[in-house]
């Protein structure tokens, strides 16, 4: 594959480290010894403020905008969306104005969560935030801010929540082939990628990724919102024109796209004991600092699995997609409660 004809731009910190968990491995041995041999994908390496999966996104997503002479990025996500963060860290890096979205999509109201964690990091930064409530149309709010940037005489750039559209999608096939010829470069053979999935982006981007180079490894995404159905579908979707974009209509099939959203809890950004668990557990073992939207629930997931014997004898890369600033905007959540 040719990536550098889509003209991204360059400030991650790649290669990311892959990395064995052999204390997290030994804590998920089943009563019958055996349990998965875990390794990590340290996406939450890339640099941009703290890094985190988008930052890879942001690359070919900010070669787009930059070839479009675009002076203003506008995104949404929710109140402590990673993705905002990575996108405003990529605003004031190429000297761009940012126009921000936030979705009160929990509901909460705590002080920590509405003005502490990414939020504040967003407002380091120079962004210009706006809330909306929960359920507001997002898309039409984009197209909205868009069309202020304009008539100001701005020429702004849409950049959709997570990132994940075909362009940003690009940056995860890029992922692939690094996962990949890391793993051939110390002779790890990976029986599976297990990861969190939301916006799709990340997650099609690995299928297409891996469908295209033939690498034959099985993708598990732990959704964090919508349920399997619908989670599967959009994932599917972008896969498939990603490859097309690449040049390989075809090479994707629905087989590859497979989300298990069992873990999902009470919804979006809402924690429970298990979440809480599994953080804890990947902090106090290998020292792992997780996020309690994402990473968390995706934890929560390989845990639970791991433990039932779905992956006995495997060898198995969690990718690990960043986002521990969040964490601070969750404190009133879990203080006590570690």
């Known amino acids: 594959m040719h990536l550098a004809r889509f003209n991204p731009v360059r400030f991650a910190h790649l290669p990311t480290p892959l990395e064995p968990l052999p204390r997290l491995s030994e804590a998920l041995i089943g009563a019958g010894g055996d349990g998965p041999n875990l390794w990590i994908k340290r996406d939450d390496c890339t640099g941009l403020a703290g890094g985190g999966n988008k930052t890879r996104k942001l690359e070919y ?5 930059l070839a479009n ?11 402590q969306s990673n993705h905002v963060r990575q996108t405003v860290a990529a605003a004031a890096r190429f000297g761009l104005d ?7 999509r929990t509901g909460s109201n705590a002080v920590d969560y509405t003005q502490s964690g990414n939020v504040l990091l967003d407002e380091l930064m120079g962004a210009k935030l706006r809330r909306v409530p929960g359920g507001t149309d997002m898309n039409e709010q984009l197209a909205l801010v868009a069309a202020e940037v304009a008539e100001r005489g701005g020429r702004p750039y849409v950049i959709p929540g997570g990132g994940s559209n075909v362009i940003g999608a690009l940056g995860y096939v890029e992922c ?11 002779g790890l053979e990976i029986d599976r990628i297990v990861t969190a999935t939301g916006s799709a982006g990340t997650h099609a981007g ?3 990724g891996i469908a295209v180079m033939g690498a034959d490894i099985p993708i598990l995404g732990i959704g964090v919102r919508a349920a399997k159905a619908a989670q599967e579908a959009s994932v599917f979707k972008l896969a498939v024109e990603t490859a097309d974009l690449l040049g390989h209509k075809g090479r994707v099939t629905r087989d590859m796209v497979v989300a298990d959203c069992d873990y999902v809890g009470a919804g979006y950004g809402l ?14 073992t290998d020292a792992i600092l997780l996020d309690p939207v994402y990473t968390g629930k995706a934890m929560k997931g390989l845990i639970a699995l791991s433990k039932a014997g779905a992956f006995d004898g495997e060898t198995v890369v969690f990718l690990h997609t960043g986002g521990s600033q969040g964490l601070f905007g969750y404190q009133s959540v879990l203080d006590g409660r570690l």
């Not at 940012?98 to 009160?104: G, T």
């Not at 429970?272 to 990947?282: H, N």
């Open 98 to 104: 940012c126009e921000v979205i936030l979705e009160e």
């Open 271 to 284: 924690v429970d004991e298990a979440v809480i668990e599994a953080l804890k557990l990947a902090a106090r």
């Open 206 to 208: 690995l299928v297409a």
């Open 69 to 79: 002479d675009s002076t203003t990025l506008v995104t949404q996500g929710a109140v």
């Open 176 to 186: 692939a082939l690094e996962l990949v010829a890391q793993a051939n470069e110390i």
């Open 61 to 65: 997503l900010l070669g787009d905008a």
